[in-house]
């Protein structure tokens, strides 16, 4: 890497700020005026700057089109109570994003030029960020091999990118989900721990499938038996049960999700039982149907807290108890989200402001 983080800047010629609604953004549909770029090549990250965006040019041959060697994380920034912009935990992010690379033999790229890229696009594109409730920055650092080479090998050259969008909520309301026992989304020994593009290609079919039957997410289970419950869609999967907080441990074929840990972090701090462990599909039935599932929800950067109403398994609709009464999983909600907001006590240092 270079030794001084010198990052050229080339502003846009018009900003598009002006056609957006920011108080009502929809996810993943708007893009702001600039992103961040670097380039690895001759064994080093080069070539910093911030360019306006747009896209890019590649060779019909670039590896990441032909073998998906691409890896990416998702972060957001608020909007604080005087104006200024949080970022909730992006050094967890950087550091996440290092773990992915390593799995997918890619150079990772430095804490140091992640966070300094990050704050120096936030810095340029501030007025992005939207202060409606309910609405942020959505912020995706990316990292892709770019040699124009369809052999199989690892690429020489990459590129890091950060780019970002203002959003609103990503479900807007509860979610039904199916508990799959056919497909799989991970595997012990694969890549499900990585963020990495060709585990969410794999799962788009039976999502696909599962919404054609009424259901918003899948429940995935276990590749070699699917008898045990690991992650629901793009989230990490959290129960209630006998006013216990259980969810599935992160491992290989789990995500390490960064609202999971800091939900059980929030969970211990008020004095409540954690138990990560395997969570068998039988249990889930025998305590839904025995009343002693209190909540299910899903935990992740897009929608911070989704609660689940609805858990089908082999034909048979399950329901749960109605969002209002669940107090576990909507006190970490508010509780996240003033802290985000900059409304709350920041005990555990999550709060990055730019």
Known sequence: ???????????????????????????????????????????????LRIVPYGNLQISPANT????????????????????????????????????????????????????????????????????????????????????????????????FMIITGPVGPYYSKPVKVKIETHYTRAAPGGTGFAKTGGNYAAALQPALEAQKEGYDQLIWTDAREHLYVEESGTMNLMFVIEDKLVTPPAGDSILHGITRDSIITLAKDQGMTVEERPVSIAEVIETLKGGKMQEAFGAGTAATIAQIKTIAYEGVDYELPEVESRKYSNSFLQTLNNIKEGKAEDPHNWIYQV
């Open 1 to 47: 890497m270079t030794d001084t983080l010198e990052i050229q800047i080339t502003r846009t010629q018009q900003s598009k700020l002006q056609d957006v609604d920011l108080s009502n953004p929809v996810f993943g549909k708007v893009y702001s005026d600039h992103m961040f770029m670097a380039d690895f090549y001759n064994g080093e990250w080069k070539d």
């Open 64 to 159: 990441t089109l032909h073998y998906a060697s691409s890896i990416f994380e998702g972060l957001k920034a608020y909007r604080g109570e005087n104006g200024e912009i949080l970022i909730f935990r992006p050094e967890a992010n950087a550091k996440r994003l290092i773990t992915s690379a390593h799995r997918m033999c890619m150079p990772p790229v430095p804490e140091e030029l992640f966070m300094s890229g990050l704050q120096e696009l936030l810095k340029l594109d501030q007025d992005w960020v939207p202060s409606a409730p309910g609405t942020s920055l959505y912020i995706r650092p990316l990292q892709m091999a770019m040699d124009p080479y369809i052999g199989i090998r690892p690429s020489d050259t990459y590129s």
